[in-house]
């Protein structure tokens, strides 16, 4: 079975302790940094009040890093991205998770930090907050780079260019912000067989989960001590 190994700590204290060129790709969902209409709503909330519905039938963990505004965003970004470019081969590709919100901020970030943006993949979520007056808010967005070309050869796959899964609910949800299995097994393909998957965000461990599974190695790093416990249970199941 692949390996894996989560640090536990700060994504910027930790990557530039990496080797460089030693992942094939990164496929991350930081902290959006989004769901405040205001300074206030985006200082004074916690992730858990812009992220989860009131009637949610959960208490799962907060977590920290999600109320910078937009410049201060787009700058941490492209520090983080920056140092996950170095970290990935040539040819690696980038997957990073925004919402409707964020996605210009991430896009100026990945390519500020190096990266050749490549395309957008929305992800559909047919369970989704309805906006009275206007459009139901039902995707997110999944931004496409690679660290120079589409290394096409080594990976030969056709992907869609547009996903449709649900969050998981019940027992299945271990973060408020978790992305379902299904999805992540699918965009963990846009990395080479067998080779390894950094995520600088892992919180619950879905993208390693999926990385396992598929036969490819795993490298995360998670802020939170509790989510990463929760994310190392989910990785020890998966590699088993």
């Given at each position: 079975?692949?390996?894996?190994?989560?640090?536990?700590?700060?994504?910027?204290?930790?990557?530039?302790?990496?080797?460089a060129d030693s992942v094939a790709a990164t496929i991350t969902d930081p902290p959006y940094n989004s769901?405040?209409?205001?300074?206030?709503?985006?200082?004074?909330?916690?992730?858990?009040?812009?992220?989860?519905?009131?009637?949610?039938?959960?208490?799962?963990?907060?977590?920290?890093?999600?109320?910078?505004?937009?410049?201060?965003?787009?700058?941490?970004?492209?520090?983080?991205?920056?140092?996950?470019?170095?970290?990935?081969?040539?040819?690696?590709?980038?997957?990073?998770?925004?919402?409707?919100?964020?996605?210009?901020?991430?896009?100026?970030?990945?390519?500020?930090?190096?990266?050749?943006?490549?395309?957008?993949?929305?992800?559909?979520?047919?369970?989704?907050?309805?906006?009275?007056?206007?459009?139901?808010?039902?995707?997110?967005?999944?931004l496409w780079a690679t660290k120079g070309p589409v290394d096409a050869a080594r990976n030969p796959v056709?992907?869609?260019?547009?996903?449709?899964?649900?969050?998981?609910?019940?027992?299945?949800?271990?973060?408020?912000?978790?992305?379902?299995?299904?999805?992540?097994?699918?965009?963990?393909?846009?990395?080479?067989?067998?080779?390894?998957v950094l995520d600088p965000f892992t919180g619950s461990g879905s993208t390693g989960v999926a990385a396992?599974?598929?036969?490819?190695?795993?490298?995360?790093?998670?802020?939170?001590?509790?989510?990463?416990?929760?994310?190392?249970?989910?990785?020890?199941?998966?590699?088993?």
């Amino acid at each position: 079975m692949p390996t894996w190994t989560l640090h536990q700590g700060d994504a910027l204290t930790l990557l530039p302790t990496l080797p460089a060129d030693s992942v094939a790709a990164t496929i991350t969902d930081p902290p959006y940094n989004s769901g405040g209409l205001t300074a206030t709503q985006r200082t004074a909330h916690a992730a858990r009040d812009k992220y989860v519905s009131g009637d949610a039938q959960h208490a799962l963990p907060d977590f920290d890093g999600d109320t910078r505004d937009q410049r201060g965003y787009t700058l941490w970004m492209t520090l983080v991205l920056a140092e996950c470019y170095r970290i990935t081969a040539h040819g690696g590709p980038l997957l990073v998770f925004t919402d409707f919100r964020q996605l210009p901020a991430t896009s100026d970030a990945l390519q500020a930090a190096g990266w050749t943006w490549r395309g957008i993949v929305p992800w559909h979520k047919p369970i989704s907050r309805p906006c009275k007056g206007g459009f139901k808010r039902a995707c997110e967005y999944v931004l496409w780079a690679t660290k120079g070309p589409v290394d096409a050869a080594r990976n030969p796959v056709y992907l869609p260019g547009l996903f449709t899964a649900s969050q998981p609910r019940g027992k299945g949800r271990l973060h408020i912000t978790q992305k379902p299995d299904e999805l992540m097994a699918e965009l963990v393909k846009i990395c080479v067989p067998a080779g390894t998957v950094l995520d600088p965000f892992t919180g619950s461990g879905s993208t390693g989960v999926a990385a396992l599974t598929s036969g490819r190695p795993f490298l995360g790093i998670e802020l939170s001590a509790r989510i990463a416990d929760t994310a190392r249970t989910r990785l020890k199941e998966a590699a088993a």
